[in-house]
């Protein structure tokens, strides 16, 4: 039992490595890479055959072009639930000066917040709001097109129809995440072909009469610790300004 334990916490270790190094190198990672950056205590074959384990577990895959390994989308998803949402709120606080907005029409604070939230995530923001005034808000397209991910001009027309015309799919989803808890989805289980290589963050807010949901989308390869921060933190702030203004 104590083997299996420990087999399975190096396991989830090398994982979490692989994805933090993927997410920063935007590239097949492998053993000697992790030994040499993170100085561990095993040697490269051990690491090469826990990377065998990961990959038959359906966590990891191998491109025969390189000695490395990528995440897969399952893999991602492991990942962020060894993340837990307490360690991805509480890693990277922000402060925003929201409070200057109070005397702001609800249109031109919600600009200023995706402005913020892509400013200071990375990524692209959107905010779908609900009721009589329901429309899709987003901010931030040249951060999908500064992705290494989306250099590949059809990839890039999938986003752009997701954001632009097939916008329905995109927004429903976000409208059904309305709870105020923090939901992150991962590739097909974002349920819109056009983003089924993306990962997208969603958070609700519900304020009397104002009820909105506050996303990020970005590549898989997202770093979900900022991110996820991020919004947590923006969407908080917000609260108390929506509070003000109505």
Do not use: W
Request: charged content about 25%; overall charge negative.
């Amino acid at each position: 039992m104590v083997r299996y334990v420990d087999s399975r916490r190096r396991e989830e270790q090398i994982l979490s490595l692989i994805i933090d190094s993927y997410i920063k190198e935007s590239k097949p990672i492998s053993s000697g890479y992790l030994c040499k950056e993170y100085k561990l205590s095993y040697s490269p074959a051990t690491v090469r055959n826990v990377m065998v384990a990961l990959e038959k577990k359906g966590f990891l895959s191998h491109l025969y072009t390189s000695s490395g390994r990528v995440p897969t989308e399952e893999g991602f998803r492991y990942y962020v639930k060894l993340l837990g949402k307490e360690g991805l709120i509480e890693n990277y606080p922000v402060t925003l000066n929201l409070g200057k907005l109070i005397d702001y029409e609800i249109d031109e604070v919600l600009d200023y917040t995706l402005d913020a939230l892509t400013r200071l995530s990375g990524y692209t923001s959107l905010i779908a709001l609900a009721g009589r005034n329901e429309k899709l808000l987003y901010k931030g397209m040249r951060f999908i097109l500064e992705q290494p991910e989306f250099e590949d001009i059809e990839a890039l027309k999938h986003i752009i129809y997701a954001l632009e015309v097939n916008i329905t799919g995109l927004q429903n989803l976000l409208l059904n995440c309305l709870q105020e808890d923090i939901q992150i989805f991962i590739g097909e289980e974002i349920g819109c072909e056009d983003i089924a290589n993306c990962s997208l963050i969603v958070s609700g807010l519900r304020r009397r009469n104002v009820s909105l949901a506050l996303a990020l989308l970005g590549p898989m390869r997202m770093n979900y610790l900022r991110a996820t921060s991020c919004l947590y933190s923006v969407k908080n702030q917000l609260h108390s300004v929506i509070d003000d203004l109505i």
